[in-house]
């Protein structure tokens, strides 16, 4: 009787573990991922309608450069440059200007490297899609090589 459970018991740990990895390695379950990831990013990929003029000024002086120092925000900067410009951009906020029209005045003041962040035209596009490009396409040619080497050893 205990010689007869034993056998059983392995059998079933191992059968367990194969379809548990199949589980993994079945379409299905990739397709489930893709899913998740995506509606993650859409979740994520939300912003308030009107966020609070603090909000917005805590925004704007993480993505406006500081004209004196080197790769740093205004928010980062104690610079008297920086602090000036952070009172300015407060101003403006409660002015009732938008975020792209203080953006506007900045770049017109201090130029176009003036911000963090890319002006969604030209090279700086380039920059910022070409990575991303890269590592989605690396992605799918990983997806593609899995899934045909699963096919490989499933026909084998």
């Not at 018991?9 to 379950?29: I, Q």
Request: hydrophobic share 50%; proline share 5%.
């Amino acid at each position: 009787m205990i010689a007869d459970a034993g056998p059983a018991t392995t059998g079933k740990d191992e059968r367990s573990g194969h379809s548990a990895l199949s589980v993994l390695t079945s379409r299905p379950a990739w397709v489930i991922v893709a899913v998740v990831a995506v509606v993650a990013l859409g979740i994520g990929s939300v912003h308030p309608a009107q966020p609070s003029s603090s909000a917005r000024i805590a925004h704007l002086d993480s993505v406006i450069k500081c004209p004196s120092c080197v790769d740093l925000s205004i928010a980062q900067s104690d610079a008297p440059i920086a602090v000036g410009l952070r009172a300015e951009v407060a101003a403006w906020v409660h002015e009732g200007l938008s975020d792209a029209q203080i953006e506007q005045l900045v770049v017109a003041r201090f130029g176009e490297q003036a911000l963090l962040v890319p002006s969604g035209s030209g090279a700086d596009v380039l920059l910022w899609a070409v990575p991303v490009s890269v590592v989605g396409g690396a992605g799918v040619l990983l997806g593609v090589y899995l899934w045909r080497r699963r096919r490989l050893e499933v026909s084998r």
